[in-house]
Nanobody
Framework: VQLQASGGGLVQPGGSLRVSCVASGTFLGINNMGWYRRTPGNTRELVARITRSGSTNYADSVKGRVTITRENAKNTVYLQMNSLKPEDTGVYYC??????????????WGQGTQVTVSS
């Protein structure tokens, strides 16, 4: 199983950006999917998470500015980020709880995509 993230880049404060992550490989399905970020201070924090049925939770710092969605048929999770702030800068990693053919759940990480918010 591989997770491939894309969509990062440089954006000005107040701007928007959407990052995507697609899971590929052989598996039965995906339970929770989420986005984490590693800040310049080298801490990793949860940004948002979404269950298979679409229930979501967000870090307090991004509530109202960020929306996580997923397309189960495409094994893809998205993170739409609006009103971006310099403190949103970091490497964003997608995460997925993948159900293998043996029905055991395994946790996978994408390679990370850089988001830089700067004027």
């Amino acid at each position: 199983v591989q997770l491939q993230a894309s969509g990062g880049g440089l954006v000005q404060p107040g701007g928007s950006l959407r990052v995507s992550c697609v899971a590929s490989g052989t598996f039965l399905g995906i339970n929770n999917m989420g986005w984490y970020r590693r800040t310049p201070g080298n801490t990793r924090e949860l940004v948002a998470r979404i269950t298979r049925s679409g229930s979501t939770n967000y870090a307090d710092s991004v509530k109202g500015r960020v929306t996580i969605t997923r397309e189960n048929a495409k094994n893809t999770v998205y993170l739409q980020m609006n009103s971006l702030k310099p403190e949103d800068t970091g490497v964003y990693y997608c995460n997925a709880a993948v159900v293998a053919l043996n029905r055991l759940e395994n946790n996978y990480w994408g390679q990370g995509t850089q988001v830089t918010v700067s004027s």
